[in-house]
């Protein structure tokens, strides 16, 4: 079974820290990896990750696939109080005929001012 | 910019009652979906539907439930006699291809 697993599964830092998360991932046919934030409610995309050692950048936010060593990162630098929430990594398995999602559990993320 | 719109935001039922959940997909999108998270847990895959049928539904997703896109916007999920522990927060996402955007959820509590 397609398994992810993020690290760690909360955090608690200051506003101007920098912060990783980490995800790894074993699945049959790997096709791509996602970020997604969550605050209250919906999931909101961040990031899809497809091929090994291209850096994905927007704002703070930046996120770096390894797809020999099955994980990505996702690095958020002078963290902010607006940064809180749960960031969630996906991976889509090529093997199906969709782009079903599989998620792991996510990291919380506290940011104090 | 387009979005995944779902009605109601929050529905309360009682035990053994159908549901019926909304989503209105983003219009050029090709693939259609229903996760649900449990409070406190991870967000879990139900149903993929594409081409007007359903390409994957996942263990979750018995009998007891249904999707349909009866007209051009509409995607819904049926639960035809809800349980205790379907109460979760249920999202409807839509694709083109690859990345999903979410709708804000309905929160299904059944008492």
């Known amino acids: 079974e397609d398994k992810v697993v993020q690290s760690p599964l909360s955090l608690v830092v200051h506003e101007g820290d920098t912060v990783t998360l980490n995800c790894s991932y074993e699945?049959?046919?790997?096709?791509?990896l996602l970020w997604y934030k969550q605050e209250k409610k919906a999931p909101t995309f961040l990031f899809m990750l497809t091929s090994s050692g291209i850096e994905k950048k927007s704002g703070r936010l930046s996120s770096i696939l390894d797809k020999k060593e099955l994980f990505s990162i996702l690095n958020i630098t002078a963290t902010q109080t607006g940064d809180s929430a749960i960031y969630l990594c996906a991976v889509i398995d090529s093997g199906g005929s969709n782009y079903k999602l599989t998620f792991g559990k996510g990291t919380l993320l506290t940011v104090n001012p | 910019e387009p979005e995944v719109t779902q009605t109601p935001s929050h529905q309360v039922t009682q035990m053994g009652q159908e549901v019926i959940l909304r989503c209105v997909p983003i219009s050029n999108h090709l693939y259609f979906y229903w996760y649900r998270q449990i409070l406190g847990q991870k967000v879990e895959f139900l149903v993929s539907?594409?081409?007007?049928?359903?390409?994957?539904k996942s263990e979750i997703f018995d009998d007891q439930f249904s999707v349909e896109r009866p007209d051009g916007s509409n995607f819904t999920l049926k639960i035809r006699s809800t349980k205790l522990e379907d109460s979760a927060m249920y999202f409807c996402a839509s694709s083109y291809v690859g990345e999903a955007f979410f709708g804000q959820g309905t929160r299904l509590t059944v008492v």
């Open positions: 539907f594409y081409n007007n049928e359903i390409s994957e």
């Open positions: 699945v049959t046919n790997f096709r791509s």
